[in-house]
């Protein structure tokens, strides 16, 4: 499969690229997609972002040669991106549970994330129910606040969010949907990580969608006439993860569809209850290059 085979020459590259600056552009390009694409994908196919990746490989070769050849911690980090000794010491001491200067001393024990390649598995052939459907541009209304990014289990401050869905929230957001379906949105965007830090977070808003000018003071995310790929799951919140995790490892590698730039949306129908709970996943998505120009 040359998506499988394109994102493996693109980790290739990144691994002989540690010691250097990450460049974005040419790793998308051996990966023939989108910078935007292979992160998101790499993302939800490793369950960590790109960066944290690159970071953990560099903290686990910079264990290594601590312990293998007398070094300066300084050198070391400076070899590995990282221009301050003490967050160096900080990122070392998050992966390894031991300051750097300690790796030689007796009974110290340093932790190694592997280099990471992606390969096909054949899993439990559940089926995907999807469709393609180009939308005009609409708001989504409702609360917007900045969370940790999680891409497995729940998400407790989703769950948070929820609590502040008042009686006069949920009211305002009634009176604004006239975008159909009708029920509730969801919308991750703007995913911020940065370069040897832990954690990635994103914009999350929970709402309702509208074609309105007056938002009543809610939170706002104004979203583009776009071609959606559309997901259907019957099924508790866990369902659904699994379902999005399906789409990274499942559906894109094997469809003519690639990554668009653009808020990922999970709209639930509310008016379904218990097992038949409908809820579906939007991504944004464009035809990939080759399957434009043979189209």
């Known amino acids: 499969m040359d998506l499988l085979k394109n994102m493996n020459d693109a980790l290739a590259y990144i ?45 686990t070769m910079a264990g290594l ?21 003490d967050s160096f010491a900080k990122a070392f001491y998050q992966l390894h549970g031991i300051n750097p200067s300690e790796v030689n001393k007796s009974g110290k024990s340093l932790k190694s994330f592997p280099r990471m390649t992606f390969q096909l598995t054949i899993s439990g052939g559940s089926e995907l129910n999807y469709r393609i459907e180009n939308k005009e541009a609409f708001t989504i209304a409702g609360i917007k606040e900045r969370i940790p990014l999680v891409y497995k289990g729940e998400n407790p401050a989703i769950t948070e969010m929820l609590t502040k869905i008042t009686g006069d929230v949920y009211s305002k957001l009634k009176s604004l949907a006239n975008v159909e379906p009708l029920g509730g949105y969801s919308a991750s965007f703007n995913i911020w990580e940065r370069e040897n830090e832990e954690k990635a977070e994103l914009d999350h808003l929970i709402g309702t969608a509208t074609t309105k000018n007056d938002l009543l003071d809610l939170d706002s995310l104004h979203v583009a006439a776009s071609t959606w790929a559309i997901f259907t799951v019957f099924g508790i919140p866990a369902d659904i993860q699994e379902v999005w995790g399906q789409i990274y490892a499942e559906w894109f590698p094997s469809s003519n569809y690639q990554l668009a730039e653009g808020p990922e949306i999970l709209f639930t129908d509310r008016n379904s209850i218990g097992p038949n709970y409908k809820s579906e996943i939007w991504i944004p998505v464009e035809k990939k290059e080759s399957a434009t120009q043979s189209s």
């Open 15 to 59: 691994e002989k690229s540690l010691e250097n600056d990450l460049d974005m552009a040419e790793v998308a390009k051996i990966a023939r997609c989108s910078e935007f694409h292979f992160k998101k994908m790499f993302s939800y196919l490793a369950g960590i972002t790109l960066l944290e990746y690159v970071r953990r490989r560099r903290l």
């Open 65 to 85: 040669e601590l312990m293998s050849q007398p070094r300066k911690v300084i050198d070391v980090a400076v070899k590995y991106g990282y221009h301050s000794p």
